[in-house]
């Protein structure tokens, strides 16, 4: 080796061209230099995994800045050399100790208070739905009180990985504390546990510097311009850095596509009562059931069994097959008799089975009467997915929106072992008023109803077959709930009507009674629905942001000019959707037609969602995200400083911003150079997240509302 530059590692001579590299990330530096087989032993004796050692190299001339003196190094291996007189020495910084520790911590995770809270509701009515309230488990906040903070988080994880290193954490890193954190469960190596705390402070990275301080910094404030400019003139042959000019890789602007999802209102309406304005939903459902035949003929094609027809299908299929001497079944017979022993009549005698196709048929009519409907073929042939729920009334804590109400006419029947209360019962009586608890909750505008206790729930998605069911009762005073409202309670003779015998279940009084549900019965709903139809991009909600607007939302960015070509963007719905609220109001229906393309051209690409503009609840929370990723991608793209640079030996050098690494090393000349080295593209991305308004980000986040 020249006498210009001398090297040891704690005093052991190191032979060839030893060189220092100084990383960013959690994954240690480490170098491997080649000493003499005898101070290979004395140094693995000594030192090996116990004592730190040091590495210098002194370079001397007039290019001399000064000695590079990186402490605290543990000898970790060897490894055989070129020669057989020495041995390889396998050294790294402290991050080497970093995997061997794993950490087991849980910050800021999310649980149910016990109390209910009620979400959001709008001008629909009755569409509130109470959810219970989520806060964070005491054990898993700081000190029991408080929520922990991202920088709180990373010392307290570098405590345990490192307990007798240092940590310094730039002023800059302090800015990500305003994120809340939430369910940050870390079951993990050291080294990876850091790592993931990280990636929650957007362009924040570390490396260890020469006197084993651990320091975290910022990727992206530029300082890597400073860094060159500090290394002093260049040497010769060892690069020259640029400042890059990305213009034609920067698009003019960044459209921005969200799935849109619309609620669209659909109704069933039964009986000549029940009028049709223009103030009722986008169309009308069918009332279905599933065929329980083998095979059947319904209007001239042939169904198998489990395919959905319209009830009034199946009476008409099934009349031919009327049992001999029974009465055809229809829709008013149903209703009339809505408590009839229809079983014993239609497939039954004497209590022996002697038709099981009436007996299954009867049951899945029972079942489905005003309970099940499809939506119309039209409109499945436009809808990607049904969802049985409101994308107006949000959840932010959860992520769950409310479930789809349900407008509807309906009784709630006490427990068979509570008598129906029945006016003015007497022996000369013929029809009785019913009591019992019966609402009248469809309407034309759903202020003016009220919705029913039902649960409602898609079961066939591709039909688009949806189905009620009764909530239940937590009194348990009420064990069923009918669909529609009973008119009278009538005293018949069921011979003189040809009609089935009537058992009194449910009306405690004497005789043969009918309960009859009202001819007239309306229900309506509010179900979301993700297009499907055109299958193009056109189904989309599209926002366009221009470079302008993004570089004013990262403050000191540039980047104008922006010459390139558009550049488009998804956005997945499990970040964000374009939902569109239902709103009782005239035109509503029309407007959800236009948006679904019922008017559109055959062939015709049509630019939708505009007709809905007004009904666009989250619109501006769509235009933030869209700002927010767009900002984060032209970010990646700003001209910047980039290339290696060499120069003389300078100790001061260390990472700075967007560097890759700084190299310091003896050449085989016996010269010392540090090098300097930038990607023409930053690597760490900034995370468009902490871009996001508070509240937007907490809504896509699920993060906790905390009561102050």
């Not at 060189?19 to 087989?37: D, I, L």
């Not at 009034?312 to 079944?329: I, N, S």
């Amino acid at each position: 080796m020249s006498d210009k530059t001398s090297s040891n590692l704690s005093g052991f001579t190191l032979l060839g061209n030893p060189q220092w590299t100084f990383s960013s990330g959690v994954t240690p530096s480490t170098a491997t230099f080649e000493v003499s087989n005898q101070d290979a032993v004395l140094i693995m004796n000594g030192f090996a995994g116990k004592i730190p050692v040091e590495l210098h190299i002194i370079p001397s001339g007039p290019s001399a800045i000064g000695e590079l003196k990186v402490s605290s190094l543990v000898v970790v291996d060897t490894v055989p050399t070129g020669t057989p007189l020495t041995t390889g020495v396998v050294v790294a910084d402290r991050r080497w100790f970093w995997p061997k520790r794993h950490v087991l911590r849980r910050y800021n995770v999310r649980r149910k208070t016990g109390n209910m809270r009620l979400l959001t509701e709008d001008a629909m009515g009755g569409v509130g739905a109470s959810v219970e309230d989520v806060g964070f488990a005491k054990w898993s906040l700081k000190n029991g009180t408080s929520e922990w903070k991202a920088s709180q988080i990373l010392v307290d994880v570098y405590k345990r990985i490192d307990p007798s290193g240092k940590l310094s954490v730039l002023a800059n890193a302090l800015a990500w504390d305003n994120i809340q954190i939430s369910d940050l469960e870390l079951d993990d190596a050291g080294d990876a546990a850091l790592a993931r705390v990280l990636g929650y402070m957007n362009g924040m990275d570390l490396f260890v510097d020469k006197d084993s301080v651990t320091r975290v910094y910022s990727k992206l404030d530029g300082s890597e311009s400073v860094l060159f400019k500090m290394t002093g003139p260049p040497s010769v042959g060892g690069g020259f850095p640029i400042n890059v000019d990305h213009r034609v890789q920067r698009p003019s602007k960044i459209v921005v596509y969200f799935n849109r999802e619309i609620e669209c209102r659909f109704d069933y309406l039964d009986g000549t009562g029940t009028t049709t304005t223009a103030n009722l939903g986008v169309d009308l459902l069918d009332n279905v059931l599933p065929s329980q035949d083998l095979s059947l003929d319904v209007g001239g094609r042939t169904v198998m069994m489990g395919t959905w027809i319209t009830i009034q299908e199946a009476l008409d299929a099934w009349a031919a097959t009327t049992p001999v001497g029974r009465e055809r079944l229809s829709v008013d017979v149903l209703r009339e008799n809505w408590y009839g022993d229809f079983m014993n009549y239609y497939a039954f005698d004497g209590g022996m089975i002697h038709n099981a196709v009436w007996a299954s048929r009867l049951a899945v009519l029972k079942q489905h009467f005003r309970r099940t409907y499809r939506i119309p073929r039209e409109w499945m042939d436009r809808i990607y997915q049904v969802k049985a729920r409101r994308v107006a009334v949000w959840d932010e804590e959860t992520g769950g929106m409310a479930p789809s109400p349900t407008w509807m006419d309906y009784t709630l029947i006490f427990d068979r072992g509570r008598p129906m209360m029945v006016s003015g019962v007497g022996a000369n009586l013929k029809s009785h008023t019913v009591y019992d608890l019966s609402v009248e909750g469809y309407a034309q505008r759903f202020t003016a109803g009220s919705s029913a206790p039902v649960v409602l729930s898609i079961v066939d998605p591709d039909e688009g077959v949806i189905s009620i069911s009764f909530r239940g009762d937590p009194g348990q005073v009420y064990v069923e709930l009918v669909p529609g409202v009973f008119s009278t309670v009538v005293f018949k003779d069921p011979t003189a009507f040809n009609l089935p015998r009537f058992r009194n279940e449910i009306v405690n009084v004497a005789g043969d009674v009918t309960a009859t549900l009202r001819e007239r019965f309306g229900m309506a709903t509010v179900v979301t629905v993700a297009l499907g139809a055109p299958n193009d991009e056109s189904q989309l909600q599209a926002i366009e942001i221009t470079a302008q607007q993004a570089e004013a939302k990262i403050r000191d960015s540039h980047f104008m000019p922006a010459l390139g070509p558009a550049q488009d963007l998804r956005i997945g719905p499990s970040i964000m959707t374009a939902r569109f609220a239902w709103q009782d109001s005239a035109g509503m229906a029309a407007k959800v037609r236009s948006a679904m393309g019922f008017n559109a051209t055959d062939g015709a690409t049509v630019a939708r969602g505009m007709e809905l503009v007004n009904q666009w609840i989250n619109k501006k929370d769509c235009e933030d995200v869209a700002l927010a990723f767009a900002a984060a991608y032209y970010a990646g793209l700003q001209d910047r400083i980039a290339g290696t640079k060499t120069t003389g030996l300078n100790p001061t050098l260390e990472p700075f911003g967007a560097s890759d690494a700084v190299v310091h090393r003896v050449n085989s000349d016996g010269s010392a150079t540090s090098v300097v080295s930038s990607s023409p593209y930053i690597s760490t991305r900034v995370d468009p997240f902490s871009l996001l308004p508070g509240s937007v980000r907490r809504t896509i986040r699920r993060e906790v509302f905390q009561n102050t």
